[in-house]
């Protein structure tokens, strides 16, 4: 079993920065994937960045690409997401995913933390 921790999140006003961790703890997670989804309020959960266990390529969904960094240091078993010029519209709650199928579909994913909420005020 996996266990992941996230933490970073906060208030920011909007085009300030924010970097979010995900620890993880029970096994490596060097050979998994690991990827970043948003919840805002009435909103189904969303895709936001992924990094391959095998090789490190990443991959952003369109709306915080240039914005938003995903990487992972094996050696602390952690993950991070450093986000950028934030905007109001990047308001959610992020959750750190990790599995072994590389995929933006929250389904693709086995394991989940508990959340960092985020909020940009404009």
């Known amino acids: 079993q996996v266990q992941l921790v996230e933490s970073g999140g906060g208030l920011v006003q909007a085009g300030g920065s924010l970097r979010l961790s995900c620890a993880a703890s029970g096994r490596t997670v060097s050979n998994y994937h690991m990827a970043w989804f948003r919840q805002a309020p009435g909103k189904e959960r969303e895709f936001v960045a992924r990094i391959s266990g095998s090789n490190s390529n990443t991959y952003y969904a369109d709306s915080v690409k240039g914005r938003f960094t995903i990487s992972r240091d094996s050696t602390k078993n952690t993950g991070y997401l450093q986000m950028n010029s934030l905007r109001p519209e990047d308001t959610a709650v992020y959750y750190c995913?990790?599995?072994?199928?590389?995929?933006?579909?929250?389904?693709?994913?086995?394991?989940w933390g508990q959340g960092t909420q985020v909020t940009v005020s404009s």
């Open positions: 995913a990790a599995g072994m199928f590389i995929a933006t579909a929250p389904a693709r994913y086995t394991y």
